[in-house]
């Protein structure tokens, strides 16, 4: 199975790397800033100049395009911004991030208990080769995404079908009760519909989407060029056909301090910015402006450090079979069979891939002693880390310090508990494991981005913060898609990550995940009776491994709770506490997205939905929408 999260930001402008891409996105809704005289930047309400091509200095690509599309994309924050202009999602979000507007969706109606969700769709819409949209597109587009191997462990939590109901009609059916599902359908890159010949596994050709641009060329890691879709079925508030622009050039510029240099050279036109320092350095450019998501009313992304809190292979994985060629035949193959899957395979899935990476060969090696699934190592290197100061020094104090899931001015925001720093206690608590354990030392290995400076200096950071205390880290550099990969597949011990936030938690619940392992599938376990009872293990993309039936609880009382309510909220708490104690994520700040251009670039902190009129975020995150922008 191959599988890179490319990009939080996989599926919801949300999974990345620090110093590469963020990952669960920001969703933005006042992106500009709050004086009167800024009130301006970005948007410009004159007659539009049609022509021109638009050059964007983005953070990644994709590893194939042929496969770019909502149901088998790797997605990031930079994805979503070609993806806006190449698809249509089935919803956007308000300008104020708190209702799902409509795209090539017109409504979304829940029944009673919101485990069934009724769409009706935009008619007259046609994709990019003359092919209608309609509601056979939207089944086949879930299909495929439930048969992608990472896609597909993303929503199987959530989404049990799609149904046809007539031909502009479809039913999402929910796995679990789930009050704000029509944001999923704005937020994550499920929103955007292509055609279904992309998903064949043979397809070799450009991306088909409704969108309003088209590829003419795709370069990996180099450049995507864009041309004009001159069919495309919106319209702007005064009845004028988009988009404005006939082309769009994306380039992949890896390093921040680069992405600037290009921008200042007037290389590009615009950039999206995710480091502290580089957004800093806006302030000095001449003849650019900039907007960030830092006063967004949602939560925003999160910086830290994701913790292999099991020490092992994704457990997930192995329950499915999938590191079979390992030695681990997984649970779920003899199920399938209507068989009892044998005591020793089910102790294979659960610790049999129990080790770290080898700081020598950067394998992932099972002869090797692991570390950080040691609740109290976790909770020292939290006590070690002093986020004051990796804030100053690493985001130059742009953003916030954050303790939790939850920033403070969060209706969500109860004070979590979250460890204070704490050097002397840290070391305290290092100095019992080797007591305990018997060993000399406490290593692991720190996956970090390379081609990034901010990766590096980040590194350097916490190699100096841990070393007070007695541990030692070794950095494993990868590129982005590797990165990630190791993530996604437990071959990890720590690696600097940013995600989640949103204009509504309920899109991290496939990240925070777990089902309970003896329970029978049939109520929702995974029928591995002989573990010991009361044995969780996280979902296939609950990337920390954190198994906790007190989180699990609370999730799903979130998610069916109504938006907003009372109980909502105590759930929401009560998982940000949980995080406090069993330390999955190191915290650090928030990611603030920042995105840039020349003063020749016009209206590009707009965007509108489907009628053409009502306003949507945009900038959305780390993401843009481009049918009403233009060149002056």
Not at 73 to 80: P, T
Not at 96 to 104: Q, Y
Not at 425 to 438: E, S
Request: aromatic content about 10%; charged content about 15%; proline content about 6%.
């Amino acid at each position: 199975m191959s599988s890179t999260f490319d990009r939080r930001s996989f599926l919801t402008h949300s999974a990345a790397t620090i110093g590469g891409v963020a990952l669960a996105g920001s969703i933005v809704d006042d992106l500009l800033a709050t004086s009167a005289s800024a009130a301006a930047i970005g948007v410009n309400n004159g007659k539009p100049k049609r022509g021109g091509t638009l050059t964007v200095g983005t953070l990644s690509d994709v590893p194939n395009y042929h496969i770019f599309n909502g149901s088998q994309g790797k997605m990031d924050a930079s994805g979503f911004c070609v993806a806006n202009a190449l698809y249509d999602p089935l919803f956007v979000m308000s300008a104020n991030g708190k209702v799902a507007l409509p795209m090539l969706a017109l409504s979304a109606t829940p029944n009673a208990n919101y485990t069934v969700w009724t769409i009706p769709l935009r008619q007259g819409i046609s994709f990019t080769n003359g092919d209608a949209f309609n509601a056979d597109i939207v089944v086949a587009n879930w299909v495929a995404a439930n048969a992608d191997p990472t896609v597909g462990l993303a929503i199987k939590p959530i989404i049990g079908s799609v149904t046809k109901v007539s031909s502009y009609t479809v039913q999402y059916n929910m796995v679990i009760p789930f009050s704000a599902f029509p944001v999923s359908l704005a937020e994550q890159q499920i929103a955007y519909m292509a055609h279904p010949d992309s998903f064949v596994p043979t397809y070799t050709g450009n991306p088909i989407g409704t969108g309003p641009f088209k590829v003419k060329s795709w370069q990996v890691n180099v450049e995507s060029q864009l041309t004009k879709n001159a069919g495309y079925w919106k319209s702007d508030a005064h009845g004028r056909q988009l988009p404005y622009l006939s082309n769009i050039h994306f380039k992949t510029i890896v390093d921040p301090e680069a992405r600037n240099q290009a921008l200042q050279a007037g290389n590009v036109d615009m950039i999206l910015q995710q480091s502290g320092p580089q957004i800093n350095a806006f302030k000095h450019m001449k003849g650019v402006s900039y907007v960030t998501d830092i006063h967004s009313p949602r939560d925003p992304g999160l910086n830290f450090l994701i913790m292999n809190t099991t020490s092992t292979l994704n457990q997930y994985f192995a329950w499915a079979g999938e590191f079979a060629s390992l030695g681990v035949p997984g649970s779920l193959p003899y199920l399938l069979k209507g068989q009892a899957p044998p005591l020793l395979v089910q102790e294979a899935d659960w610790l049999g891939t129990l080790g770290a990476v080898n700081p020598s060969s950067g394998q992932w090696d099972t002869t090797m002693k692991p570390v950080v699934n040691d609740q109290s190592v976790r909770q020292a290197l939290a006590m070690a880390v002093n986020r004051s100061t990796y804030f100053r020094v690493i985001d130059n104090n742009v953003g916030a310090l954050t303790d939790g899931i939850f920033r403070k001015s969060s209706p969500f925001y109860k004070n979590p508990g979250y460890p204070a720093y704490n050097p002397t206690k840290a070391k305290a608590l290092i100095d019992a494991y080797k007591a305990k354990n018997n060993v000399s030392q406490v290593a692991f290995v720190m996956d970090i981005l390379s081609g990034s400076a901010t990766a590096t200096k980040a590194f350097d950071f916490f190699q100096q913060e841990f070393a007070k205390i007695g541990v030692t880290i070794t950095a494993r550099q990868s590129v982005q898609s590797t990165l990630i990969n190791n993530v996604i597949y437990g071959q990890f011990d720590c690696a600097g990550w940013n995600q989640f936030g949103g204009t509504d938690q309920s899109l991290n619940y496939v990240w925070f995940d777990s089902q309970p392992a003896t329970t029978s599938p049939l109520a929702g376990g995974l029928g591995m009776s002989g573990l010991p009872a009361g044995t969780q293990i996280a979902g296939a993309v609950n990337f920390a491994h954190q198994a906790d039936p007190v989180v699990e609880g609370a999730l799903l009382s979130a998610m069916a709770a109504r938006v907003g309510s009372a109980a909502q909220k105590t759930a929401w708490q009560t998982v940000n506490r949980r995080f406090a104690i069993e330390i999955p994520y190191v915290m650090l700040d928030t990611t603030v997205n920042a995105w840039a251009a020349r003063s020749h670039v016009q209206n590009w902190v707009s965007g509108t939905a489907g009628d053409g009129t009502t306003r949507c975020l945009s900038p959305d995150a780390g993401s843009a929408r481009w049918d009403e922008i233009w060149k002056s």
